[in-house]
Nanobody, 127 residues
Framework: QVQLVESGGGLVQAGGSLRLSCAASGRTFSSYAMGWFRQAPGKEREFVATISWNSGSTYYADSVKGRFTISRDNAKNTVYLQLNSLKPEDTAVYYC????????????????????WGQGTQVTVSS
């Protein structure tokens, strides 16, 4: 069992930055690859970024590539998402999620493939 708690969301002006954190419980954090997803009002939850268990590989949605950076610290059981050059269309609830490392290669962008989810943190970007 893995419990995930996100933090770091808030209100920011367009062009600004935020750093989201996701703290995981349990001793098996390094057994999981991690992902960030987001959901805007009236829209489906969508993939944002993902990172392998050992930080060796990362993938991003085209809409955030070059602006967002995912990273993790296995010693701290934490995954991060650095959000730069924010746009109003980035406004959403951001969720972190965990997927067993062995299933990451086939399901890393799929909402339905992830095993555990946090409660989400709101990011609002004003124009």
């Amino acid at each position: 069992q893995v419990q995930l708690v996100e933090s770091g969301g808030g209100l920011v002006q367009a062009g600004g930055s935020l750093r989201l954190s996701c703290a995981a419980s349990g001793r098996t954090f390094s057994s999981y690859a991690m992902g960030w997803f987001r959901q805007a009002p009236g829209k489906e939850r969508e993939f944002v970024a993902t990172i392998s268990w050992n930080s060796g590989s990362t993938y991003y949605a085209d809409s955030v590539k070059g602006r967002f950076t995912i990273s993790r610290d296995n010693a701290k059981n934490t995954v991060y998402l650095q959000l730069n050059s924010l746009k109003p269309e980035d406004t959403a609830v951001y969720y972190c999620a965990a997927i067993l490392a062995g299933r990451w290669y086939s399901g890393r962008r799929d909402v339905g493939s992830y095993d555990y989810w946090g409660q989400g943190t709101q990011v609002t970007v004003s124009s």
